[in-house]
């Protein structure tokens, strides 16, 4: 047995870490997890900065834009139209106004720049009235059909739920649902 050779068993375990290995792996893992909690926060705060009002929505209603208070079915009496529809859209962004003409004549107030449309907020009196696009119907209204007007809702000032008041031509209605 001289020229024979043995063979050792080779360990079932491995060998120990580098000294200092476990402790650097875990910094490397304290400083990810840190990293990822900053840009958390930053991002976090850069969202609610861009999505806080802007200062010029804080305004009141203007006194130039009183209108005489009307009930929902005394609107079509006054400004020849009828609200059948307001509605957040848009992901917050939009606030959506419909309303059906019932006087064609009367809803030609719909037009005049002295008395343009708003939805105000009635908690926070708050006030929408920026068109999306500056977009707005020229032309005469025909009877039964329904219009619209999209407003940009900044901030998401005007929110499901809520109670507005309605300014649309001549008049304006208070307590509004909004969808």
């Known amino acids: 047995m001289s020229g024979q050779a043995t063979l050792e068993p080779a ?3 491995p060998p ?4 200092g290995y476990l402790s650097s792996r875990r910094v490397r893992l304290l400083g990810a997890i840190t990293g990822v909690a900053i840009a958390a926060l930053v991002a976090s705060l850069v969202l609610w900065l861009t999505h806080r ?13 009183a209108r005489p208070v009307v009930s929902a079915a005394a609107l079509a009496d006054r400004s020849g139209v009828k ?8 992901g917050g962004g939009l606030v959506d106004l419909r309303f059906q003409v019932i006087d064609p004549d009367k809803a030609n107030a719909l037009h005049d720049q002295a008395t343009p449309p708003a939805v105000v907020d009635e908690r926070t009196g708050l006030v929408v009235h920026e068109l999306l696009m500056s977009h707005s119907h020229t032309g005469a209204f025909k009877p039964g059909v329904t219009y619209y007007y999209v407003f940009n809702n900044p901030g998401d000032l005007v929110r499901r739920g809520a109670r507005v008041v309605v300014l649309l031509g001549n008049a304006q209605v208070e307590h509004v649902l909004v969808r």
């Open 53 to 65: 009002p802007p200062s010029h929505a804080e305004a009141k209603v203007p006194a130039s834009w």
């Open 83 to 90: 609200i059948t529809h307001v509605a957040v859209t848009g």
């Open 11 to 13: 360990p079932a375990v």
């Open 16 to 19: 120990p870490p580098r000294a």
